[in-house]
C-alpha cells in the first residue's frame, strides 16, 4: 500500500520547516504568496491529503452541521436545505442530512448517528409521530446546539423557526367564507405537530367569527397524503351535505382531491372551492390553478442555519423564549374564486 504524503515529507521536500508548510496551506497570512504556490503545487503534485481528523480532534470541531427532515421527496424541504446550504457552505461548514420517513424511531436512529458523528449543531423537523425529547437531549447536555423549523418541539434550550401558521389558516377559511362557502371542511395531518394543529386553530378561528359551528365532521384527519385526498373526494362523494369550500394542509394532497372530484364531476370552483397549502409547483400545473399559502422555505432554510452558525461563531446567540416568526402569504388563484366563476 502507497505510503500517505505528510506535511513532514513535504517540508523535507522543499527543505522547509513543516510549520511554515502547514501555515502556507491553511492560507495563513505570514507566508508570502509564492512560497503558499510552491507548496500547493507540490502537495497536488504528490497527492498529499489534509489530515481533517486530526485538525478535528485537536479544535474539538467537525464543521459539519447536521439536518434531521421528515422526507427529502418534498418540494418544501428541498428548498429549505437549498437554503441551509448556500448559508452553511459560506461560512465553511458541511451537512450531514439524514430522513425520519415520519418516524420517531427512525429519528431517533438519525440524532444517535449525528451526535456520533460529533456533529457542531443540530436542525430538526420532527416527524410526525414524535413524542419525546429525549433523542436529543444528549446534544443539549453537550452543549451541542439544536434547532427545530416547521415542525418543531418546544424547549428552553432550543431555537425554533416558524411561519404563523395560525393566521395562515385563518386566512385561508376567511378566504373560502368570502367567496360564499359556508359550510366548509378542513383536511388536516396528525394534531400533534405544531404545523397542523395551529392551522386548525386558525380554521377555528374564522368560523367562530363567522358564527358557524364546528363539529367533528368538518374536519378530516390524514396523512396528508395522495391517497388520503384521493379518500377525501370518496367521503364528500358520499355526503348528503357537500361542503362548499375545502382546506387541506398541504397542496399535493389538494391537488390529488381536486383531480378526484373532478373526475366524478364535480366543477372546481363552482361546486367546491379548494385552497391547499404549501404552493408547491404541482399547485400551478392543476386545472384550475390552485388558491395556497406561500410558506417561505428558501429563507426558512437559510435564516435557521445563520441562527446556527451565529450560535457556534458567537456573533449571535439564539433567543431560545421567542421562535424566529416568517412571513406567509395566501396566493389567491382560480380554485377558489366562486365569484368569478358564477
Known amino acids: ?163 404563523d401558521n395560525e393566521q395562515a389558516g385563518y386566512d385561508a377559511a376567511r378566504h373560502l367564507l368570502d367567496e360564499g362557502c359556508r359550510k366548509l371542511i378542513h383536511v388536516t395531518g396528525d394534531l400533534r405537530r405544531n404545523v397542523y394543529a395551529d392551522r386548525l386553530a386558525g380554521f377555528q378561528r374564522a368560523m367562530k367569527k363567522a358564527d358557524i359551528r364546528t363539529d367533528d ?38 391537488v390529488t382531491c381536486m383531480q378526484a372530484l373532478q373526475e366524478r364531476g364535480y366543477s372546481i370552483p363552482t361546486d367546491i372551492a379548494v385552497v391547499g397549502f404549501n404552493n408547491d409547483p404541482v399547485s400551478q400545473v392543476i386545472t384550475p390553478q390552485l388558491t395556497t399559502v406561500f410558506y417561505p422555505g428558501y429563507q426558512m432554510g437559510k435564516t435557521a442555519m445563520m441562527a446556527v452558525v451565529g450560535q457556534l461563531n458567537g456573533t449571535k446567540p439564539l433567543d431560545f423564549m421567542e421562535p424566529i416568526i416568517l412571513r406567509s402569504e395566501l396566493m389567491i388563484r382560480r380554485s377558489s374564486k366562486r365569484s368569478e366563476s358564477s
Open 1 to 163: 500500500m502507497e505510503k500517505e504524503i505528510t506535511i513532514y515529507d513535504l517540508a523535507k521536500i522543499l527543505a522547509l520547516s513543516p510549520a511554515t508548510v502547514s501555515r502556507a496551506l491553511n492560507d495563513h497570512p505570514a507566508i508570502n504568496v509564492k512560497t503558499k504556490m510552491l507548496i500547493a503545487e507540490k502537495a497536488a503534485e504528490l497527492g498529499y491529503r489534509s489530515n481533517t481528523f486530526a485538525s478535528h480532534l485537536r479544535t474539538r470541531k467537525t464543521n459539519t452541521l447536521g439536518v434531521i427532515v421528515p422526507r427529502l421527496n418534498s418540494n418544501f424541504m428541498s428548498t429549505v436545505l437549498a437554503g441551509m446550504e448556500e448559508v452553511a457552505n459560506n461560512f465553511g461548514y458541511n451537512l450531514l442530512i439524514s430522513q425520519s420517513l415520519e418516524s420517531e424511531a427512525k429519528e431517533r436512529a438519525n440524532a444517535k448517528t449525528m451526535f456520533n458523528s460529533r456533529v457542531d449543531g443540530l436542525l430538526v423537523s420532527v416527524a410526525y409521530d414524535t413524542d419525546s425529547f429525549d433523542h436529543f437531549s444528549a446534544f443539549i447536555d453537550r452543549n451541542i446546539p439544536v434547532l427545530f423549523f416547521d415542525r418543531v418541539l418546544a424547549h428552553p434550550q432550543c431555537g425554533n423557526v416558524v411561519i
Open 217 to 254: 365532521t368538518m374536519i378530516l384527519t390524514t396523512d396528508l397524503s395522495q391517497d388520503a385526498g384521493r379518500s377525501v373526494a370518496e367521503k364528500i362523494h358520499q355526503m348528503d351535505q357537500k361542503p362548499g369550500g375545502l382546506f387541506i394542509a398541504n397542496d399535493l394532497c389538494a
